[in-house]
């Protein structure tokens, strides 16, 4: 059984750059599709980036130019860096893991077996 934990969160201000990392266990990331998943309360959420077990990564359109996804495999964490930092990128933000790659193919749509808890994301103007 798979498990995940985003590291915190935080208050940043717009124009301001924050990096999550996610630990996984139970699994390698170095065979695993993982994800960045975002979703405001109330709101549909959406696929920010994935980056399949071979390091082929994937972000949509909204986040292209200042999020980044990446993975250290040998410490069994992802990462999402975000720079310039916009208002409506306040979220709760997961982290996802699956052993089928068509978790990674399939963003911005979101099909993920693993889930971590959430980390807030506020970004303040």
């Known amino acids: 059984q798979g498990h995940l934990e985003e590291s915190a969160g935080g208050l940043v201000q717009a124009g301001g750059s924050l990096r999550l990392s996610c630990t996984g266990s139970?699994?390698?990331?170095?065979?695993?599709?993982m994800g960045w998943f975002r979703q405001v309360p109330g709101k549909d959420g959406e696929g920010v980036a994935t980056i399949y077990a071979y390091g082929t990564v994937k972000t949509v359109g909204s986040v292209k130019g200042r999020f980044t996804i990446s993975k250290d495999n040998a410490k069994n964490t992802l990462y999402l860096e975000m720079n310039n930092l916009k208002a409506e990128d306040s979220a709760m933000y997961y982290c996802?893991?699956?052993?089928?790659?068509?978790?990674?193919?399939?963003?911005?749509?979101?099909?993920?077996?693993?889930w971590g808890p959430g980390t807030l994301v506020f970004v303040s103007n």
């Open positions: 996802t893991a699956d052993s089928w790659a068509g978790s990674c193919f399939n963003l911005p749509r979101v099909d993920f077996k693993y």
């Open positions: 139970g699994f390698s990331t170095s065979t695993y599709c």
